[in-house]
């Protein structure tokens, strides 16, 4: 077990809002950012005697930690600062400055030295405690906090931030607090049940910052199509998956193999034209529609959409080969054997229901022997084993979805400090902010680190 330190009430502090404390530095939440941030904060102040208080309204820290990774927390990818940038896209540049600070090499390295062994997950390159509880990574954190000589007070809910001066007046379900400096870092509306609420978007709204609408990402897509549904259970190891625009036409890959043969050589963050996002993992059809990294990684452009209507998925099931080359495959089998069927021919690596499927959605029979197929039906086979088009009705939403997408737009904050730049001694870190990467780690690497970060500038 945790242990977890009492709240203010225990501590004797008068009900009512009538007592008013005076602290250094606040930090609001305590998740990945707001823990480590406010152990941080009162280390590098310790011989200053800064006072420093992390606030939290569950009644546990690290609550989202908890359930992360199945209870198992993947803490960071095993990767070095860059790959961490390559997961955000777009608004990777944002993390130069908190990765120099903290990276995943250091983030390892600390969690080690702080009693926490790690390994890395073979086949995915995730990196877990050594006991595989999450339950372990919240203890070192609580642990950090207790020795830097910061206050942890849990189950007390913020109700208001007003600037008080140059700093803040922060009124809690108890008591009036008074900071120079405020941290916040509670998160976006990701498993709302863990607390994350999307409280601190009215907070940071008042004080005149933009809000880009959240939205669920990294979160299992819903299908009403029949076909998906019914191959339930099932699950591709290896399967490249994009987003298009419902009307768009999928890319050709007939040109070089060197353009198609995998996303990962292209450079990255570069996109076949009329591709809106694409990642490569395992895909799981369920009863409700796809899940499986492949799926999560590219949820967040079909959640970002008008609606989930004016997107398609295409799927390459066999993305180590072209449309070109899979064709040739497949003829040069029928010629060796054409008294067989066709769907014999599939390379079986794909489970049978998979290919039914697909034979299904083609138009092609089943039954029909390889010596039967002409040119255009044995390239309409390859085509949708390359390209098979899934509709997709929305998602299983911020209940069920691992970050939030949106937030705090990026531009607002300054990078190199995770201060505000609209207002003085104001800083924010973590899942508040518009900033969501790739399943694996990366978003919990941004929250150590902006976290970090924010610590080392107050």
Same mark, same amino acid.
């Given at each position: 077990?945790?242990?977890?330190?009492?709240?203010?009430?225990?501590?004797?502090?008068?009900?009512?809002?009538?007592?008013?404390?005076?602290?250094?530095?606040?930090?609001?939440?305590?998740?990945?950012?707001?823990?480590?941030?406010?152990?941080?904060?009162?280390?590098?102040?310790?011989?200053?005697?800064?006072?420093?208080?992390?606030?939290?309204?569950?009644?546990?820290?690290?609550?989202?930690?908890?359930?992360?990774?199945?209870?198992?927390?993947?803490?960071?990818?095993?990767?070095?600062?860059?790959?961490?940038?390559?997961?955000?896209?777009?608004?990777?540049?944002?993390?130069?400055?908190?990765?120099?600070?903290?990276?995943?090499?250091?983030?390892?390295?600390?969690?080690?030295?702080?009693?926490?062994?790690?390994?890395?997950?073979?086949?995915?390159?995730?990196?877990?405690?050594?006991?595989?509880?999450?339950?372990?990574?919240?203890?070192?954190?609580?642990?950090?906090?207790?020795?830097?000589?910061?206050?942890?007070?849990?189950?007390?809910?913020?109700?208001?931030?007003?600037?008080?001066?140059?700093?803040?007046?922060?009124?809690?379900?108890?008591?009036?607090?008074?900071?120079?400096?405020?941290?916040?870092?509670?998160?976006?509306?990701?498993?709302?049940?863990?607390?994350?609420?999307?409280?601190?978007?009215?907070?940071?709204?008042?004080?005149?910052?933009?809000?880009?609408?959240?939205?669920?990402?990294?979160?299992?897509?819903?299908?009403?199509?029949?076909?998906?549904?019914?191959?339930?259970?099932?699950?591709?190891?290896?399967?490249?998956?994009?987003?298009?625009?419902?009307?768009?036409?999928?890319?050709?890959?007939?040109?070089?193999?060197?353009?198609?043969?995998?996303?990962?050589?292209?450079?990255?963050? /570069? =996109?076949? !034209?009329?591709? *809106?996002?694409? %990642?490569?993992?395992?895909? #799981? +059809?369920?009863?409700? $529609? @796809?899940?499986?990294?492949?799926?999560?990684?590219?949820?967040?452009?079909?959640?970002?959409?008008?609606?989930?209507?004016?997107?398609?998925?295409?799927?390459?099931?066999?993305?180590?080969?072209?449309?070109?080359?899979?064709?040739?495959?497949?003829?040069?089998?029928?010629?060796?054997?054409?008294?067989?069927?066709?769907? /014999? =021919?599939? !390379?079986?690596? *794909?489970?049978? %229901?998979?290919?039914?499927? #697909? +034979?299904?959605?083609? $138009? @092609?029979?089943?039954?029909?022997?390889?010596?039967?197929?002409?040119?255009?039906?044995?390239?309409?086979?390859?085509?949708?084993?390359?390209?098979?088009?899934?509709?997709?009705?929305?998602?299983?939403?911020?209940?069920?979805?691992?970050?939030?997408?949106?937030?705090?737009?990026?531009?607002?904050?300054?990078?190199?400090?995770?201060?505000?730049?609209?207002?003085?001694?104001?800083?924010?870190?973590?899942?508040?902010?518009?900033?969501? $990467?790739?399943?694996?780690?990366?978003?919990?690497?941004?929250?150590?680190?902006?976290?970090?970060?924010?610590?080392?500038?107050?």
């Amino acid at each position: 077990m945790v242990e977890q330190p009492t709240n203010a009430a225990q501590h004797g502090a008068p009900e009512g809002g009538d007592q008013v404390e005076h602290y250094d530095v606040i930090v609001i939440g305590a998740g990945a950012a707001g823990l480590l941030a406010a152990a941080r904060s009162a280390e590098l102040g310790g011989e200053r005697g800064r006072r420093v208080l992390c606030i939290e309204k569950n009644r546990k820290a690290g609550v989202k930690i908890l359930i992360s990774g199945g209870t198992r927390c993947n803490l960071t990818h095993d990767c070095d600062r860059r790959g961490i940038l390559e997961a955000f896209g777009s608004a990777g540049p944002f993390l130069h400055s908190p990765l120099a600070a903290l990276g995943p090499r250091e983030l390892v390295a600390m969690f080690n030295e702080a009693g926490l062994p790690t390994y890395v997950e073979p086949d995915t390159g995730k990196i877990f405690p050594a006991s595989d509880r999450a339950l372990d990574v919240v203890r070192v954190l609580v642990e950090m906090v207790r020795r830097s000589g910061a206050e942890l007070s849990l189950g007390e809910g913020v109700i208001s931030i007003e600037r008080d001066g140059e700093g803040f007046s922060v009124v809690t379900e108890r008591r009036t607090l008074r900071a120079a400096k405020l941290l916040v870092a509670v998160g976006g509306r990701s498993y709302p049940g863990c607390g994350t609420t999307g409280d601190g978007y009215a907070w940071l709204e008042r004080f005149g910052h933009t809000i880009r609408r959240p939205r669920p990402a990294l979160v299992p897509l819903t299908s009403s199509e029949p076909w998906i549904r019914d191959l339930s259970g099932i699950a591709i190891p290896d399967t490249l998956l994009r987003v298009m625009p419902r009307d768009g036409v999928a890319p050709s890959d007939t040109a070089t193999s060197s353009q198609t043969v995998s996303a990962k050589r292209r450079r990255p963050g /570069a =996109l076949p !034209p009329g591709v *809106l996002i694409e %990642r490569r993992g395992a895909l #799981l +059809f369920t009863h409700f $529609g @796809l899940s499986g990294p492949a799926a999560l990684d590219v949820s967040r452009a079909v959640t970002g959409a008008a609606s989930p209507q004016a997107v398609r998925l295409v799927a390459d099931f066999l993305p180590q080969s072209t449309v070109a080359e899979l064709d040739e495959q497949l003829r040069a089998a029928a010629a060796a054997d054409g008294r067989k069927q066709m769907i /014999a =021919l599939v !390379p079986d690596t *794909l489970p049978r %229901r998979l290919v039914e499927a #697909l +034979f299904s959605q083609a $138009g @092609l029979p089943i039954e029909r022997r390889a010596a039967e197929f002409g040119n255009i039906d044995r390239r309409k086979l390859a085509e949708v084993l390359k390209g098979a088009t899934l509709l997709v009705s929305g998602s299983r939403g911020f209940e069920k979805a691992e970050v939030t997408a949106g937030g705090v737009v990026l531009d607002e904050v300054d990078s190199r400090t995770m201060e505000s730049k609209l207002v003085p001694n104001l800083y924010l870190a973590g899942e508040i902010l518009d900033l969501d $990467g790739y399943i694996g780690g990366y978003n919990f690497q941004a929250a150590f680190s902006t976290g970090y970060l924010a610590a080392e500038s107050m």
